[in-house]
């Protein structure tokens, strides 16, 4: 069975954003939500290196364990889904996630946060595919159309990968080899030789 | 199946009902997919990242989806940001645009899109569009009609033409503009009678392109964005393509990763520079003295390209002499890059042959962009990178038809194709446009004005605010358009404040109501238009690469909005001259038909071969955009076999003629008909003595085994190849000679064509057609210049003073130039100066010289003569380019490339400190040029240099843009998914310069420079050394402090506001085409 995963390849990301606002356009998100953001660490300095981040639909989703009223679920490829009618915004996956993908539409001191929002890797939600209530509530299926998520399908250098886990895996094993850097390939100075890296 | 996904949940209503996508498109739809489905789009996925992949199938085949009203209809347009030129599938539903797609098939994008791109949708659904006409009425914006708002405006501007002339109308246009709308907008207002027309690429890359023309021969970017994966190195030269061509990093980083080193040069540690091998840190306008630096360094190792440079390329002696001193030292002291640095740069771009050098804006916006874009076209030239595959000058354009905006002559120096604006150029267009030349001529001020080059945007407000005195027309500027274009953009806000308040009437015509509407205190007189966006209207867009794309209409215009071509047709009808301006364009529904205005245009600009693209040809690539190789964009299946797509021009010749178009300029090693070129014999063929043709160089399968001159009908004839020509060719060449030409020759019976011939003989021999005062077509004087005609203005040799009359150094020019046309045209004395070269090259450099003099014809020159000179240019049948073309040579000729511009100020490249500058002790040895006059204007150079500010400002000032905002900003600040992104306006200043300021990071702080004071965020980063700050141009709302945002009409305040960095640029304007200085100012930073 194929699990679907998303990878960003960090040799490639030039921040564009164009993840994060494809993403908007294509879900309705409104403003002050983002599912996908990119993050730029070490900005403005010799090793800058931007990664998108969103929900990473993990193998053994945390949030999926935290959640109290099983609103998260994880479907058979792998997608993790929830919910939206019975979340009752506590924050829990919030806190378990290591990605901060949950996003909760208020932020009062101690009034609701409202229901969690995330990355749904295009795939709706738990209402029937394609349907107006579906979109509503969690924006486009692609995935029942069978296209893949669209912040990779316009990712512009082709940097942020989604599918297939071993295919895209093996899109980027190939892509390591073709650039050739030899000891000077991508992790190799960060694994081994930190001490090294300029 | 997904778990729970049948889970049933009734009762939900929405409360906003918003357009879904009512039944999910494609074949998949519904049925959850099954691994094949995921397994061919990862698939895709992956062939796209690997090495070849061009397009999909999948997208293909919904791409017939048919159209039928009520369903979800797909139409194909083209990103309406940058140059790059994406494909975009637009989703409508009802007429709305509820969805957007990737274009995988494109060759350029390949599914691919940067944040502008992925939130196109947005402009066609925007709540803060500028929904109806309105007008300022006491202060106060008020709603009026189309009807009321068109009469308005028509009575004001015609009373202003009445009282002032119509010179005193500025007609600001757009790089947003599409080909036709550009074309359409030149002839209009050419028909209103004024050369004061002008849009972005003044200030984007007029530089470029008039450094690149005057090198080569033509001005663009001479390789393709696909290319570049091909290059072996690639150095980006003052550009951030990471944030402003986004897509262009998808064959940028393929070519990195297929092994070419990337080298960035920038004073900003860039989006781009992260991805880069080698980082140079330059003083900002430090470019010349490093490319120097460069050259000197090539050099003197021996590793120039000799065979190259010997066949191909003229004035190396002249380069030598200067770069000379250029030593990695001298390069150090002056820019600031280690020695060892510039070495190392050197051997690699050495080493990795053929390498390719990007720029931007970067280089181009400086005093000297003509020195800088020239400087870097050379170093190329001396490493033998230009006319290959991976080599090449690839300048980035910034709008999306910047290119085509340019070509199509929205420009105040040129009519459409570069033709300039002599008077055989006016006959040219007059002829094309089928009225009568006495007639446009009646339309201007004088026969003078209309060949004397107009104002430039970047000076319009000296227009305004000019002492008339000074002044080389008859008023100041009264009447002010902007169409599409920002004032923010511009620099000296509080002089163009001024002037917005001193103009009569003042006329914006957007989609958003801009910098324009709010900053000025003007309390009646301003009338706002709201202009349909790109996707609300149809036509052809030219992308950085010369592709001539088509963008079909995705919805109707929203709201109240119409588009361009219909405004243009309501203000043509108000002033009376729409019959003659819509001669032969059908009119539909209101708005004139794209169409038909390309067939116009390929009906005259043959100096740049846009000739071949006719509708139907783009039409077929458009549809068949996945049939084209992903490197080469090499056509590789019918119907599109052997064409490059979108036909890169020149695609020389008609349409029948069937040209592939020119993906990669002066490259040598294709045939002329396989797309292939020899640099340009734009100058002549000597200068001073000296052979201006290519020696032993010559395109594949060329007849001429050597150099050779333009083409004209007069050197087929000496070829014995005017037989070759068909009836109606001669009819046409015949006619135009004998300024007899209407337009029906182009569509008569062949039957016919013969009598036609035999009447125009007759006419001939009554009229006696050597009369004087006959003036010619072949006005090439004017022509030979470039675009950017510095020949014909006051700046011919860099030593005169405002004040010297034009005119007397336009005398001068000439005389110069009769010694060198008075050269003997004999057999004998041609093949002594050329010696070596083939008979059949002597015979065409006779006819040339004996046909074709470099100056004004003999005005009784007899009707023989004058048929002898019509030429690739000028003849509208097309005749002397397929003959050329059927011998495999290129109409333009087969010349060397220019590293000696001797019409420019500085012949050869040299570094000038900017204006503003605070390395006093590099003066006067780096100073900058004599004051002087220009374009009806007086320009100031020293006497602004010579006062020193360092002291009070001693930092210096640059700007960029920043990925999510283009331009000005007006509508993508108003792009809600854009805006979230990019909230505050900002200043980058290093952590030394803040603490030494007492400025923490995210405080408030002031830019002070000596124009004028900006209160912005401070962004405390290491990205700029100490003593450089950074700002980004795209803010506006903010006025030093002040916030105009309540100006807005209601309903129209972007989501974004921040002050304009150009409020405070300063003044400074390129010696040739008055770009403006806006790289390299001075400032001073205070907490607020």
């Given at each position: 069975m194929s699990r679907m995963k998303f990878l960003c390849d960090t040799d490639r990301c030039i921040e564009c954003n164009a993840c994060s606002t494809v993403c908007k356009n294509e879900h309705e998100v409104p403003w002050g939500m983002v599912r996908r953001r990119v993050v730029t660490i070490n900005d403005g300095e010799a090793d800058e290196t931007s990664v998108a981040i969103s929900c990473m639909h993990c193998t053994d989703a945390p949030c999926v364990a935290v959640c109290p009223v099983s609103t998260l679920y994880q479907t058979d490829l792998g997608i993790v889904l929830h919910d939206k009618d019975t979340c009752i915004g506590c924050g829990y996956c919030f806190y378990a996630c290591p990605f901060g993908a949950p996003q909760y539409p208020n932020s009062t001191l101690f009034g609701s946060r409202g229901v969690m929002d995330k990355c749904t890797f295009c795939a709706g939600g738990p209402e029937e595919n394609g349907s107006q209530a579906e979109f509503e509530k969690y924006g486009r299926n692609r995935i029942a159309e069978g296209k893949l998520p669209i912040c990779a399908e316009v990712c512009s250098t082709r940097a942020l990968l989604a599918g297939d886990g071993d295919t895209i895996g093996e899109i980027y094993r190939e892509r390591v080899i073709h650039r050739g850097y030899g000891s000077g390939a991508w992790g190799w100075k960060t694994a081994y030789y930190p001490e090294e890296k300029s | 199946m997904l778990k729970r996904k049948t889970f049933d949940r009734p009762g939900q209503s929405p409360s906003a009902p918003r357009p879904g996508r009512a039944a999910p498109l494609g074949a998949a739809e519904a049925s959850a997919p099954s691994r094949r489905d995921f397994l061919r789009n990862s698939g895709l996925m992956g062939l796209a990242l690997g090495a070849g992949w061009s397009a999909g199938t999948v997208q293909r085949a919904e791409a017939s989806t048919p159209y039928t009203s009520g369903e979800v209809t797909r139409h194909k347009t083209i990103c309406h940001f940058c140059s790059v030129g994406c494909s975009v599938w637009a989703e409508v539903q009802q007429g709305v645009w509820i969805g957007q797609e990737p274009v995988f098939e494109s060759p350029v994008n390949q599914g691919t899109h940067c944040a502008k791109g992925a939130a196109m949708r947005e402009i066609a659904i925007s709540e803060r569009r500028l929904k109806y006409p309105m007008k300022k009425e006491g202060g106060v914006w008020k709603r009026i009609s189309w009807d009321q708002a068109m009469q308005e405006i028509a009575e004001k501007q015609l009373a202003i033409r009445e009282k002032y002339g119509p010179d005193s109308s500025y007609w600001l246009g757009s790089a947003k503009f599409s080909n036709e709308q550009s074309y359409l907008f030149r002839k209009f207002v050419a028909f209103w009678g004024t050369n004061n027309i002008d849009h972005q690429a003044r200030i984007c890359h007029s530089t470029t392109v008039a450094g690149v023309a005057n090198t080569f021969g033509y001005g663009a970017m001479t390789n393709t964005f696909n290319d570049i994966r091909n290059s072996r190195s690639i150095i980006i030269l003052g550009g951030n393509p990471a944030e402003a061509h986004p897509v262009s990093m998808l064959h940028v980083l393929a070519g990195k990763e297929n092994g070419a080193p990337l080298i960035v040069v920038d004073p900003r540690f860039t989006r781009t520079a992260a991805h880069a091998d080698e980082y140079v840190r330059i003083r900002p306008g430090a470019d010349v003295g490093f490319i120097n630096g460069l050259i000197r360094e090539i050099l003197a190792n021996g590793w120039e390209d000799r065979e190259y440079l010997r066949q191909r390329v003229f004035g190396l002696d002249e380069l030598r002499a200067e770069v000379e001193k250029w030593t990695p030292e001298e390069v150090e002291r002056v820019s600031g890059i280690p020695a060892d640095q510039t070495r190392r740069v050197a051997r690699t771009l050495a080493e990795n042959r053929p390498g390719t050098l990007i720029w931007c804006m970067g280089l181009t916006q400086s005093h000297i962009g003509n020195n800088k874009t020239r400087a870097a076209s050379i170093l190329q030239l001396v490493l033998g990178n230009i006319g290959k595959s991976g080599g090449g000058t690839n300048i980035f354009r910034g709008h999306d038809n910047v290119q085509g905006a340019t070509d199509m002559g929205v420009s105040c120096d040129t009519l459409p194709a570069y033709y300039g604006l002599s008077e055989g150029a006016w006959k040219h267009w007059a002829r094309v446009w089928g009225v009568d030349y006495d007639w446009v001529k009646g339309r201007f001020g004088s026969k003078e004005l209309m060949e004397k080059a107009?104002?430039?945007?970047?000076?319009?407000?000296?227009?305004?605010?000019?002492?008339?005195?000074?002044?080389?027309?008859?008023?100041?500027?009264?009447?002010?358009?902007?169409?599409?274009?920002?004032?923010?953009?511009?620099?000296?806000?509080?002089?163009?404040?001024?002037?917005?308040?001193?103009?009569?009437?003042?006329?914006?015509?957007?989609?958003?109501?801009?910098?324009?509407?709010?900053?000025?205190?003007?309390?009646?007189?301003?009338?706002?238009?709201?202009?349909?966006?790109?996707?609300?209207?149809?036509?052809?867009?030219?992308?950085?690469?010369?592709?001539?794309?088509?963008?079909?209409?995705?919805?109707?215009?929203?709201?109240?909005?119409?588009?361009?071509?219909?405004?243009?047709?309501?203000?043509?009808?108000?002033?009376?001259?729409?019959?003659?301006?819509?001669?032969?364009?059908?009119?539909?529904?209101?708005?004139?038909?794209?169409?038909?205005?390309?067939?116009?245009?390929?009906?005259?600009?043959w100096t740049i071969g846009y000739t071949g693209q006719s509708p139907e040809r783009l039409r077929l690539h458009m549809d068949h955009q996945d049939k084209f190789d992903s490197v080469s964009l090499l056509g590789k299946e019918e119907p599109v076999k052997g064409e490059y797509y979108c036909l890169p021009w020149p695609a020389w010749g008609k349409d029948t003629h069937g040209h592939p178009g020119t993906p990669l300029l002066y490259d040598t090693s294709k045939s002329v008909r396989e797309g292939g070129l020899p640099f340009r014999a734009r100058w002549g063929v000597e200068h001073e003595g000296r052979n201006l043709l290519a020696e032993d160089s010559f395109t594949k399968g060329s007849e001429i085994r050597d150099g050779y001159p333009e083409g004209t009908i007069g050197m087929l004839q000496a070829l014995g190849w005017a037989g070759e020509l068909t009836d109606r060719e001669m009819l046409i060449a015949v006619a135009i000679a004998a300024d007899r030409f209407s337009l029906d020759m182009l569509e008569m019976p062949d039957a016919e064509v013969r009598d036609a011939m035999d009447r125009l003989e007759e006419f001939a021999r009554q009229n006696r057609l050597d009369r004087k005062g006959e003036a010619l077509a072949t006005d090439e004087g004017s022509w030979q210049g470039g675009p950017f005609e510095a020949n014909t203005g006051g700046n011919g040799d860099g030593t005169k003073k405002p004040g010297d009359k034009p005119a007397e150094k336009k005398a001068e020019k000439k005389n110069k130039e009769k010694a060198d046309s008075n050269a003997p045209t004999d057999r004998a004395s041609v093949r002594r100066r050329f010696p070596d070269y083939p008979d059949n090259a002597i015979t065409a450099i006779s006819a040339y010289l004996a046909d074709n003099p470099q100056d004004d014809p003999k005005p009784d020159a007899p009707l023989r003569d004058k048929i002898m000179r019509v030429n690739w240019k000028t003849d509208l049948s097309g005749g002397v380019q397929r003959v050329m073309l059927a011998h495999n040579l290129a109409p333009y000729g087969n010349g060397k490339a220019r590293m000696v511009v001797w019409n420019f100020p500085d012949p050869v490249p040299v570094h000038r400190e900017p204006l503003y500058t605070v390395r006093r002790d590099l003066l006067p040895e780096y100073k900058t040029l004599e004051d002087r006059r220009m374009w009806r204007l007086p320009v100031l150079y020293e006497s602004i240099q010579e006062q020193d500010y360092s002291q009070e400002f001693p930092m210096i000032l640059t700007s960029g843009r920043l990925v999510e905002f283009e331009g000005g900003g007006d509508e993508t600040r108003s792009n809600k998914w854009l805006a979230e992104f990019q909230q505050q306006m900002f200043v980058e200043i290093n952590p030394a310069d803040a603490g030494a300021a007492g400025i923490e990071n995210k405080a408030f702080c002031w830019v002070r420079t000596p124009v004028g004071n900006l209160r912005v965020q401070a962004m405390v980063t290491r990205r700029v050394d100490p003593g450089v700050a950074f700002m980004p141009f795209h803010f506006a709302g903010m006025w030093m402090g002040e916030d105009l945002s309540h100006r807005y009409p209601v309903g129209t305040v972007p989501y974004v506001i921040g002050e304009a960095s150009n409020t405070a640029q300063t003044y400074g304007y390129d010696s040739v085409t008055q770009m403006q200085e806006t790289k390299a100012t001075i400032c001073r930073i205070e907490p607020a």
């Open positions: - | 107009g104002m430039p945007v970047s000076r319009w407000l000296d227009g305004v605010l000019e002492d008339p005195a000074n002044l080389e027309q008859p008023n100041p500027v009264k009447a002010m358009t902007f169409w599409g274009h920002a004032a923010n953009s511009l620099t000296r806000g509080p002089e163009q404040r001024a002037a917005l308040d001193t103009v009569e009437l003042l006329t914006i015509i957007d989609p958003h109501p801009t910098q324009v509407a709010i900053m000025t205190d003007k309390t009646d007189g301003v009338y706002l238009l709201p202009a349909a966006s790109t996707a609300e209207s149809h036509g052809t867009v030219t992308n950085s690469n010369r592709s001539v794309q088509m963008r079909d209409q995705v919805v109707d215009p929203i709201f109240e909005s119409k588009t361009d071509y219909e405004i243009v047709r309501l203000f043509a009808e108000a002033f009376g001259f729409a019959d003659k301006l819509f001669q032969g364009i059908r009119i539909v529904d209101g708005v004139p038909d794209a169409y038909d205005l390309l067939r116009e245009i390929n009906r005259g600009c």
